[in-house]
Every structure is written in structure tokens, then in C-alpha cells.
């Protein structure tokens, strides 16, 4: 049991540092870059920040708020291309799209941190991905978060 509470611990510190580490990449990029096309996908930095910042605003916050507030059995699907395609602001300032994670980040975290052991399996079913712990759906959203942004810093 004590390591899985520390993995937590470490999960957590983890999930907070995410958002400090799209800052520190912000901050040391050129700013004429910044909407220059750095993915696979042909997406800009501020681009694959908004974009992980809509995901965890429409999609994983509500999912974490969810469960750690027990009223949670279902989850629709969240089309996250769509959603960029029908939302996304070229103008919308960087530091803007990045107050927000860290605010979104902030309020889970709020949650999270004084959750009891037996809080993070609390679970709800999902169409494509099944029934799922609030202990994956943190996973998951630490996951989105940093494999985007070692996407938009692997050339930097």
C-alpha cells in the first residue's frame, strides 16, 4: 500500500509540474515561432497548447471533477479535432491559453490532493475506453499534457 501511495504522490507533483513546464517552454520560445507548424500534424506550438488546454476544459477536468465528486456512471465521447476546428483562435494570446490549464490544473488538483486511497478507484464508463478509475483518468490527462509537449520541444 505505501507504494502506491507514494506513486500517487509522485503522480500528482508530476501533474502539477506539467503546467510550469509549458511555461518554461513558452518563455524560451522565439516568439516569431510560435505559430510556425512544429508536429507531426502540422500544428504550431500555440496551436498544441490550445488544444491541450481544450481537452482538459471540455474533457478530463469534468471527468476528475466527476469522480472525485461521486456523481459520475457515464461519460460521452469528446471530439477533440472537431472541437479545435470549430473553436480555435490563432490571436488568442499564449499566456492566456496557459493561465488557464494552470487554473484548470489548479482546481483538479484541489481535488485530488486530499482525495482518501480508496477515492482514486472510483470509476465511470466511457464509450471507447470502458470503464476507467479516476487514478487512470489523471494518468491520461498527465499523459496528453506531456506527450504534446515533448512534441512541440523535440526541435526546440
Same mark, same amino acid.
Given at each position: 500500500?505505501?507504494?502506491? %501511495? ?5 503522480? %500528482? ?14 518563455? +524560451?520560445? *522565439? &516568439?516569431? #515561432?510560435?505559430? $510556425? *507548424? ?5 500544428? +504550431? ?16 477536468? !469534468?471527468?476528475? #471533477? ?9 461519460? *460521452? ?5 472537431? /472541437? ?5 483562435? &490563432?490571436?488568442? &494570446? ?14 483538479? %488538483?484541489?481535488?485530488?490532493? !486530499?482525495?482518501? &486511497?480508496?477515492? /482514486? ?5 466511457? *464509450?471507447?475506453?470502458? %470503464?476507467? $478509475? ?18 512541440? $520541444?523535440?526541435?526546440?
Amino acid at each position: 500500500m505505501e507504494e502506491l %501511495l507514494e506513486y500517487r504522490r509522485e503522480l %500528482l507533483e508530476r501533474y502539477a509540474a506539467t503546467v510550469q513546464d509549458w511555461g518554461a517552454a513558452l518563455r +524560451s520560445l *522565439p &516568439p516569431e #515561432q510560435l505559430h $510556425t *507548424p512544429c508536429t507531426a500534424a502540422g500544428w +504550431s506550438f500555440h496551436q498544441t497548447l490550445a488544444h491541450v488546454r481544450d481537452v482538459e476544459a471540455q474533457a478530463l477536468a !469534468p471527468r476528475i #471533477q466527476c469522480l472525485t465528486d461521486e456523481v459520475a456512471v457515464h461519460f *460521452p465521447h469528446f471530439d477533440d479535432l472537431a /472541437w479545435m476546428e470549430q473553436h480555435y483562435r &490563432p490571436d488568442e &494570446p499564449a499566456e492566456a491559453i496557459l493561465a488557464e490549464l494552470a487554473a484548470l490544473r489548479a482546481r483538479e %488538483l484541489d481535488c485530488l490532493v !486530499p482525495l482518501q &486511497p480508496r477515492g /482514486w478507484n472510483r470509476a465511470a464508463r466511457h *464509450p471507447w475506453h470502458g %470503464l476507467r $478509475t479516476l487514478m487512470w483518468w489523471v494518468e491520461r490527462s498527465l499523459y496528453h499534457s506531456q506527450k504534446h509537449l515533448d512534441e512541440v $520541444t523535440y526541435k526546440m
